[in-house]
Protein backbone atom coordinates (compact mmCIF):
# COMPACT_ATOMS: atom_id res chain seq x y z
CA UNK A 1 0.00 0.00 0.00
CA UNK A 2 3.08 2.35 0.63
CA UNK A 3 4.36 1.27 -2.34
CA UNK A 4 1.12 2.55 -4.67
CA UNK A 5 1.29 5.66 -3.04
CA UNK A 6 4.97 6.68 -3.01
CA UNK A 7 4.39 5.27 -6.63
CA UNK A 8 1.29 7.51 -7.42
CA UNK A 9 2.95 10.57 -5.43
CA UNK A 10 5.86 10.44 -7.42
CA UNK A 11 3.63 9.98 -11.06
CA UNK A 12 1.91 13.48 -10.41
CA UNK A 13 5.01 14.87 -9.33
CA UNK A 14 6.43 14.16 -12.52
CA UNK A 15 3.31 14.80 -14.35
CA UNK A 16 3.16 18.31 -12.63
CA UNK A 17 6.73 18.87 -13.65
CA UNK A 18 6.01 17.98 -17.06
CA UNK A 19 3.49 20.17 -17.12
CA UNK A 20 5.36 22.72 -15.81
CA UNK A 21 8.82 22.00 -18.62
CA UNK A 22 5.60 22.62 -21.19
CA UNK A 23 4.35 25.42 -20.59
CA UNK A 24 7.82 26.88 -20.54
CA UNK A 25 8.45 25.48 -24.06
CA UNK A 26 5.39 26.95 -25.36
CA UNK A 27 6.21 30.52 -23.25
CA UNK A 28 9.53 30.35 -24.85
CA UNK A 29 8.44 29.49 -28.72
CA UNK A 30 5.77 32.09 -28.55
CA UNK A 31 7.79 34.74 -26.97
CA UNK A 32 10.57 34.28 -29.52
CA UNK A 33 7.68 34.74 -32.51
CA UNK A 34 6.32 37.53 -31.02
CA UNK A 35 10.47 39.55 -30.51
CA UNK A 36 11.31 37.86 -34.24
CA UNK A 37 7.77 39.84 -35.32
CA UNK A 38 8.04 42.39 -33.24
CA UNK A 39 11.60 43.30 -35.62
CA UNK A 40 10.12 42.96 -39.10
CA UNK A 41 8.05 45.83 -40.25
CA UNK A 42 5.30 45.05 -42.75
CA UNK A 43 4.60 46.85 -46.11
CA UNK A 44 1.43 48.14 -46.84
CA UNK A 45 1.32 46.29 -50.43
CA UNK A 46 3.20 43.80 -52.43
CA UNK A 47 6.97 44.63 -52.75
CA UNK A 48 6.38 44.76 -56.67
CA UNK A 49 4.22 47.78 -56.07
CA UNK A 50 6.08 49.41 -53.32
CA UNK A 51 9.50 49.84 -55.55
CA UNK A 52 8.40 52.55 -58.12
CA UNK A 53 7.46 54.43 -54.77
CA UNK A 54 11.43 54.84 -53.33
CA UNK A 55 13.04 57.54 -53.07
CA UNK A 56 16.68 57.37 -53.74
CA UNK A 57 19.25 59.26 -51.95
CA UNK A 58 21.70 59.98 -54.53
CA UNK A 59 25.01 59.30 -53.27
CA UNK A 60 27.83 62.11 -53.21
CA UNK A 61 25.45 64.09 -55.24
CA UNK A 62 23.89 67.64 -53.98
CA UNK A 63 20.44 69.64 -55.93
CA UNK A 64 21.61 73.57 -56.97
CA UNK A 65 20.24 74.18 -53.11
CA UNK A 66 23.03 72.02 -51.51
CA UNK A 67 20.74 69.74 -50.35
CA UNK A 68 21.02 66.05 -50.47
CA UNK A 69 19.93 64.74 -54.22
CA UNK A 70 16.72 62.93 -54.23
CA UNK A 71 14.95 61.54 -56.86
CA UNK A 72 11.79 58.73 -56.81
CA UNK A 73 12.41 55.57 -58.57
CA UNK A 74 9.10 55.37 -61.17
CA UNK A 75 6.94 52.90 -62.48
CA UNK A 76 10.24 52.68 -65.57
CA UNK A 77 13.15 52.25 -63.44
CA UNK A 78 15.59 53.98 -64.36
CA UNK A 79 15.82 58.06 -65.73
CA UNK A 80 17.29 60.99 -65.35
CA UNK A 81 18.21 63.96 -62.86
CA UNK A 82 20.13 66.56 -62.51
CA UNK A 83 22.86 67.71 -59.92
CA UNK A 84 24.64 70.79 -58.92
CA UNK A 85 28.40 71.57 -59.95
CA UNK A 86 28.45 74.47 -58.74
CA UNK A 87 28.06 78.25 -59.88
CA UNK A 88 24.43 77.91 -60.39
CA UNK A 89 25.22 74.87 -63.43
CA UNK A 90 23.44 71.36 -62.92
CA UNK A 91 24.49 68.36 -65.23
CA UNK A 92 22.64 65.48 -66.35
CA UNK A 93 22.70 61.72 -64.82
CA UNK A 94 21.28 58.73 -65.56
CA UNK A 95 20.35 56.15 -62.77
CA UNK A 96 18.63 52.45 -63.41
CA UNK A 97 17.06 50.59 -60.14
CA UNK A 98 18.14 46.55 -60.76
CA UNK A 99 14.04 45.93 -59.42
CA UNK A 100 15.03 42.23 -60.41
CA UNK A 101 17.42 41.75 -57.44
CA UNK A 102 15.40 43.87 -54.93
CA UNK A 103 14.96 41.42 -51.69
CA UNK A 104 13.01 42.82 -48.56
CA UNK A 105 14.32 42.11 -45.36
CA UNK A 106 13.12 42.45 -41.95
CA UNK A 107 13.69 46.25 -41.57
CA UNK A 108 14.93 47.31 -45.26
CA UNK A 109 14.56 46.79 -48.48
CA UNK A 110 17.79 46.08 -50.35
CA UNK A 111 18.80 46.81 -54.34
CA UNK A 112 21.15 47.29 -56.50
CA UNK A 113 21.58 51.34 -58.41
CA UNK A 114 23.72 52.33 -61.17
CA UNK A 115 24.39 55.66 -62.06
CA UNK A 116 26.03 57.39 -65.07
CA UNK A 117 27.19 61.05 -64.69
CA UNK A 118 27.83 61.60 -67.92
CA UNK A 119 30.91 59.10 -68.86
CA UNK A 120 31.20 55.66 -70.62
CA UNK A 121 31.24 54.42 -66.10
CA UNK A 122 28.43 53.03 -64.82
CA UNK A 123 28.83 53.39 -61.43
CA UNK A 124 27.17 50.41 -58.88
CA UNK A 125 25.69 50.84 -55.54
CA UNK A 126 24.00 48.70 -52.61
CA UNK A 127 21.31 50.44 -51.36
CA UNK A 128 19.79 50.06 -48.15
CA UNK A 129 15.85 51.70 -48.28
CA UNK A 130 14.07 51.94 -44.55
CA UNK A 131 10.71 50.05 -45.08
CA UNK A 132 8.85 52.83 -43.10
CA UNK A 133 9.72 55.82 -45.14
CA UNK A 134 10.76 53.68 -48.45
CA UNK A 135 13.55 56.30 -48.70
CA UNK A 136 17.41 54.89 -49.20
CA UNK A 137 19.39 55.30 -45.84
CA UNK A 138 23.00 54.05 -46.76
CA UNK A 139 24.94 53.14 -50.16
CA UNK A 140 27.95 51.18 -50.22
CA UNK A 141 29.75 51.47 -54.10
CA UNK A 142 30.10 47.94 -55.58
CA UNK A 143 32.32 48.97 -58.23
CA UNK A 144 32.34 51.04 -62.13
CA UNK A 145 30.69 48.58 -65.30
CA UNK A 146 30.18 45.12 -62.51
CA UNK A 147 27.70 42.79 -63.80
CA UNK A 148 25.28 41.64 -60.97
CA UNK A 149 24.46 38.54 -60.46
CA UNK A 150 22.26 38.08 -57.37
CA UNK A 151 21.26 39.62 -54.15
CA UNK A 152 20.06 37.04 -51.39
CA UNK A 153 20.11 36.41 -47.91
CA UNK A 154 22.39 34.38 -46.69
CA UNK A 155 19.99 32.33 -44.41
CA UNK A 156 16.56 33.28 -43.31
CA UNK A 157 15.75 34.80 -40.93
CA UNK A 158 18.32 37.16 -41.17
CA UNK A 159 19.45 40.77 -42.43
CA UNK A 160 22.66 39.67 -43.83
CA UNK A 161 22.34 40.57 -47.38
CA UNK A 162 24.79 38.85 -49.98
CA UNK A 163 25.45 40.58 -53.11
CA UNK A 164 27.78 38.75 -56.29
CA UNK A 165 28.79 40.09 -59.35
CA UNK A 166 31.72 39.97 -61.95
CA UNK A 167 34.42 42.75 -61.80
CA UNK A 168 37.11 43.11 -63.89
CA UNK A 169 40.99 42.08 -63.11
CA UNK A 170 43.09 44.60 -62.48
CA UNK A 171 44.89 46.10 -65.51
CA UNK A 172 42.20 44.52 -67.73
CA UNK A 173 40.68 47.28 -70.28
CA UNK A 174 37.43 49.24 -69.44
CA UNK A 175 36.15 47.57 -72.87
CA UNK A 176 36.41 43.97 -72.00
CA UNK A 177 33.67 41.93 -70.20
CA UNK A 178 34.05 41.77 -66.53
CA UNK A 179 35.26 38.01 -65.44
CA UNK A 180 35.82 38.00 -62.11
CA UNK A 181 33.30 37.06 -59.57
CA UNK A 182 33.55 38.76 -56.52
CA UNK A 183 30.92 37.47 -53.43
CA UNK A 184 30.14 40.36 -50.46
CA UNK A 185 27.90 39.92 -47.58
CA UNK A 186 26.55 42.86 -46.13
CA UNK A 187 24.37 44.18 -42.47
CA UNK A 188 22.93 47.36 -41.19
CA UNK A 189 25.14 48.39 -38.58
CA UNK A 190 23.22 51.67 -37.18
CA UNK A 191 21.59 52.54 -40.23
CA UNK A 192 25.03 52.16 -42.56
CA UNK A 193 25.56 49.23 -44.62
CA UNK A 194 28.78 47.88 -43.62
CA UNK A 195 30.73 44.65 -45.34
CA UNK A 196 31.03 41.94 -43.08
CA UNK A 197 34.58 40.22 -43.68
Not at 49 to 56: A, H, S, V
Amino acid sequence: MLNQNTHQTSQKLFNSVMLVFLLLVVALVVGYKQNKSGDFVKLDEPLKDILPKITLIVPEEKNKDGNPLEITVGSEFSGEGNYSIGGGETHKFQYTFLNQHAVEGNKYIYAVVSYNWGGSGSFYYLTAIDKTTLKSVSQFFLGDRVKIESVEFKMDPSDIVSVSFKERETGTPMAAPPDKFVEMDFVMLEHQLTDVK
